[in-house]
């Protein structure tokens, strides 16, 4: 697939997302036993800085792959310009544009039903009821889980809900798609018509897509830019080929 041309050159660029010097920290306790817990408590909060001062904008229409080894704060990154994480210090700037984040493990309420979890996630998205009603039978068509649409999500294979979350991002259309490493999840089949579906809805001129992925091939032949991060910072952003082409050379790859 040809990642997205733009043939308008004489217009000026519309910026989709805006991030500045975001923050984000994560606070926990230090182990240690109860009573030393009880008298000396202020002392023993760790805050690990898991994102330390990201500033990066993308235009709208476009695909942007961030990139950098586990730990390196990609996927707090994709919660964080989603809404689920706020910043402790910067700004995250979305420009008045709906957003949907494509993500194992979040987003559903595992006691509802798949049935259920269409309808609270797509209102999440900012959908209303109707709007979903004229949806739900592409949704369940699409997932393609059989009657386990109106069993718990609890009950649900790692494949099953990778399957129900995708199929409520694709079909719920929004602006702006994050997309933390679920492509590669579910049976062969399943993988063909998620991609082949990705490929579809990131065509589109005005859609601007996220993705964070371990696949570099896939991230090369999607994405418009870039952006590798290491340990909450920037590295570098730019061309795909060339980003991706020093992150194997950093990584000890052969390129």
């Given at each position: 697939?040809?990642?997205?041309?733009n043939?308008?050159?004489?217009?000026?660029?519309?910026?989709?997302?805006?991030?500045?010097?975001?923050?984000?920290?994560?606070?926990?306790?230090?182990?240690?036993?109860?009573?030393?817990?009880?008298?000396?408590?202020?002392?023993?909060?760790?805050?690990?800085?898991?994102?330390?001062?990201?500033?990066f904008?993308?235009?709208?229409?476009?695909?942007?792959?961030?990139?950098?080894?586990?730990?390196?704060?990609?996927?707090?990154?994709?919660?964080?310009?989603?809404?689920?994480?706020?910043?402790?210090?910067?700004?995250?700037?979305?420009?008045?544009?709906?957003?949907?984040?494509?993500?194992?493990?979040?987003?559903?309420?595992?006691?509802?039903?798949?049935?259920?979890?269409?309808?609270?996630?797509?209102?999440?998205?900012?959908?209303?009821?109707?709007?979903?009603?004229?949806k739900?039978?592409?949704?369940?068509?699409?997932?393609?889980?059989?009657?386990?649409?109106?069993?718990?999500?609890?009950?649900?294979?790692?494949?099953?809900?990778?399957?129900?979350?995708?199929?409520?991002?694709?079909?719920?259309?929004?602006?702006?798609?994050?997309?933390?490493?679920?492509?590669?999840?579910?049976?062969?089949?399943?993988?063909?018509?998620?991609?082949?579906?990705?490929?579809?809805?990131?065509?589109?001129?005005?859609?601007?897509?996220?993705?964070?992925?371990?696949?570099?091939?896939?991230?090369?032949?999607?994405?418009?830019?870039?952006?590798?991060?290491?340990?909450g910072?920037?590295?570098?952003?730019?061309?795909?080929?060339?980003?991706?082409?020093?992150?194997?050379?950093?990584?000890?790859?052969?390129v």
């Amino acid at each position: 697939m040809k990642k997205k041309e733009n043939t308008k050159t004489t217009s000026k660029k519309k910026i989709a997302v805006t991030v500045k010097n975001l923050h984000i920290y994560y606070k926990g306790l230090k182990k240690t036993s109860i009573k030393e817990s009880f008298m000396k408590f202020r002392d023993k909060v760790e805050i690990h800085k898991a994102l330390k001062g990201i500033s990066f904008e993308i235009e709208e229409g476009k695909i942007l792959g961030i990139i950098g080894q586990n730990g390196a704060g990609k996927s707090t990154l994709l919660r964080a310009v989603a809404g689920i994480f706020s910043p402790d210090k910067g700004s995250i700037n979305l420009h008045g544009n709906s957003i949907s984040l494509l993500s194992i493990g979040v987003g559903f309420n595992k006691k509802l039903t798949g049935r259920e979890n269409i309808y609270l996630s797509g209102m999440l998205l900012g959908f209303s009821e109707k709007q979903i009603s004229e949806k739900e039978k592409e949704i369940v068509e699409f997932a393609d889980i059989g009657k386990f649409i109106d069993k718990p999500v609890k009950t649900y294979s790692s494949g099953m809900y990778s399957k129900l979350a995708f199929a409520i991002t694709a079909i719920l259309e929004t602006d702006i798609m994050l997309i933390d490493e679920v492509l590669s999840v579910g049976d062969v089949k399943f993988k063909t018509k998620s991609y082949n579906k990705m490929k579809e809805l990131i065509s589109s001129d005005k859609r601007t897509v996220i993705i964070v992925s371990h696949s570099l091939a896939t991230v090369q032949e999607l994405c418009d830019e870039v952006l590798w991060i290491n340990e909450g910072v920037v590295v570098d952003k730019g061309n795909p080929k060339e980003i991706i082409s020093k992150y194997k050379a950093e990584m000890g790859e052969v390129v």
